[in-house]
């Protein structure tokens, strides 16, 4: 058991010096409990954040950061995979150099991470999640999911709607503004650095181009999935897409069998006819459609293909083999479609990318592109690829400890999860060797910074 050391300051203006592991707050010459009126940033006595929250996560100045002794680095990027090079260096949180430790200028370094042989990939980008308020989500009543998905490798998330909000508004002002609400919250507070792009109202009847246009000039960039809300018809839903699409914002629609009770079945027809951006879990979420549906879904719809976690695993296989065959694998992205019924997935993102490698016989290096650059291209993000100029979000990996594979991606070709030593997002260290992963064979360190 640890101590929890608080710098907090009550409502009377009181200082606190600590708090009871039954959380009674004590100050000088006082040891009544004070619940009421609390300001507090919680420590470990260690000094770590405690589901720390970020203040958008920009860094001050312009921090050299070094990563040098990388073993593997994975680019997030099909045309090449893999890339030959040893070393990075970021400078205020984006990539500035990308090669060969003694080809480039490492001097003057504020951070040095010694990857010590490991792999380093891009950070992993979840692109269908359900967030409602910080780090809390009331669908399992769970507390700190964004952090444990962090552990997960998970640097980036996108929202598919804040469906799960209490009470949630199906009006047309009250969703505007919860969308808002949404999108400013989570931009101004990251938590535990993870960036989450939400802000994704659900369609209803009675919206107009106008709300659209009012919607994108507040800053939302999304909508959430189609076919969650009361439009449910190909013709209607089209309409509302384009619209949406003519003000720069991204679509998704809900594929295959209802979510949950009250929710409906949305069919090859309501998605061809609808033309979103991208084919919300084509592998169900949970209820998978006919295979013959989902084949046509890749044959005839030019849009992302998105693979979820909490959907049907055959159908996620059908859909991978079937834009393999197309020689379209830059349309699979991949997402948790959590929290949910099934809970919140940590590691759903490398299961999925271990799944898809084995079972569906894609090379490792492949199958993390769909986690990683895939996305990025498809949602229009600054990080997701190992490319000067992009975001410096990385997470580090290593084969688990005892696996039949002999490196990492052997490993995760057999079906074995990595092991995950260090995230970086913007360039600051977020998390070390992951509590939720397998051990990593071996792990990066901070030698200075």
Known sequence: MFRLDIAVVLADGKQVSYITRRGNVRTAGRSKPRPYGIKAKITTRVGRKLMAQ????????????????????????????????????????RIAAVGREK?????????????????????????????????????????????SCLHGGVTCMISAGEVHTPGRPKDVVGLKAMAITAQRSFAGLRPSGVKVLAGAPVIEHGMV?????????????????????????????????????????????????????????????????????????INGGHTALPDDQIRDLCERSPRGLEIVHNGNERAALLTLRA???????????????????????????????????????????????????????????????????????????????????????????????PGIGMTVIDGVVRSQRSRNTPPAERVPVMVQG
């Open 54 to 93: 970020d203040d958008g996560g920009k860094t001050a100045g312009a921090a050299k950061l070094v990563v040098r002794n990388i073993g593997l680095l994975l680019s997030g990027d099909l045309a090449k995979p893999i890339l030959d090079a040893d070393c990075i260096i970021a400078i205020d949180g």
């Open 103 to 147: 080809e480039l200028d490492t001097a003057g370094a504020a951070s040095v991470i010694d990857a010590r042989g490991t792999a380093l990939a891009p950070g992993l980008i979840d692109s269908h999640v359900h967030p409602v308020s910080g780090d809390w989500t009331p669908r399992q009543n769970q507390i700190g999911w964004i952090d």
């Open 209 to 281: 181009e106008e709300d659209f246009k009012s919607l994108a000039e507040a800053g939302v960039t999304l909508l959430g999935e189609v076919g969650l809300g009361s439009v449910k018809d190909g013709e209607t839903a089209r309409q509302m897409v384009g619209w949406a699409r003519k003000f720069g914002i991204q679509s998704t629609i809900h594929t295959g069998g209802p979510s949950i009770t009250g929710s409906s079945l949305i069919d090859r027809d309501v998605v061809l006819a609808a033309d979103a951006d991208v084919i919300g879990h």
């Open 323 to 417: 834009a393999a065959e197309l020689k379209q694998l830059a349309r699979v992205i991949l997402g948790t479609d959590a929290p949910a019924g099934s809970g919140v997935q940590p590691l759903g993102i490398v299961r999925l990318i271990a799944m898809l490698s084995s079972v569906g016989e894609i090379p490792a290096e492949v199958a993390f592109c769909f986690a990683t650059g895939n996305t990025a291209r498809m949602r229009k993000l600054d990080c997701g690829l190992i490319e000067v100029g992009r975001a410096a979000d990385f997470v580090f990996m290593d084969r688990a400890q005892h696996s039949a594979g002999k490196t990492l991606l052997e490993s995760v070709r057999l079906g074995d999860l």
